[in-house]
T-cell receptor
């Protein structure tokens, strides 16, 4: 998985609780992304980062925030988890901006009860 | 924004036969089209990609074709093997940092 780890790999949490997912890369790539994967929707971009402390919203950003304090770490926070955020979350990295290869991590399966 | 449609959603082929998965896109500014293979419980893995200045690209048993006029691109797998069984996703990317993914094709290769 191109030097990308995600933690935790599985999590069950209750509605209303905050949750933070971590993505760690060893490739020193500048660009990092968070996607969610749901049946019938493919993968959809939540947020991305184009450098330390530089982030922007994606297609489905409501209810999520991100932070990137180091090149290698990109955190995704669900401020108050809802059942609609039950999903599999994938982190991806890219060396260059835009239309270039993105490499994905192994994913985190999150269940909100 | 971009809209990517992928067909079929499921595909079963006999081992040794060819498999074809098709995607269409809506934004004529899209210029990069990757294909990913996802095995159960794993993240998507990039298997081949094509840029808009190229009509076809091959890598061993896998090929991708692009028709910019019709705004569609296809993945071709020849001489399929059981290990090709997985979910395949197409994507399109143009200006900006966003990839737009199709909804996936579950390919089963029957031994």
């Amino acid at each position: 998985d191109a030097g990308i780890t995600q933690s935790p790999r599985h999590k069950v949490t209750e509605t209303g609780t905050p949750v933070t997912l971590r993505c760690h890369q060893t490739e020193n790539h500048r660009y990092m992304y968070w996607y969610r994967q749901d049946p019938g929707h493919g993968l959809r971009l939540i947020h991305y980062s184009y450098g330390v402390k530089d982030t922007d919203k994606g297609e489905v950003s409501d209810g999520y925030s991100v932070s990137r304090s180091k090149t290698e770490d990109f955190l995704l926070t669900l401020e108050s988890a809802t059942s609609s955020q039950t999903s599999v979350y994938f982190c991806a990295i890219s060396e260059y901006e835009g239309a270039y290869e993105q490499y994905f991590g192994p994913g985190t399966r999150l269940t909100v009860t | 924004g971009e809209n990517v449609e992928q067909h079929p959603s499921t595909l079963s082929v006999q081992e040794g036969d060819s498999a074809v998965i098709k995607c269409t896109y809506s934004d004529s500014a899209s210029n990069y089209f990757p294909w990913y293979k996802q095995e159960l419980g794993k993240g998507p893995q990039l298997i081949i990609d094509i840029r808009s200045n190229v009509g076809e690209k091959k890598d061993q048993r896998i090929a991708v074709t692009l028709n910019k006029t019709a705004k569609h691109f296809s993945l071709h797998i020849t001489e399929t093997q059981p290990e090709d069984s997985a979910v395949y996703f197409c994507a399109a990317s143009g200006t900006g940092n966003q990839f737009y993914f199709g909804t996936g094709t579950s390919l089963t290769v029957i031994p």
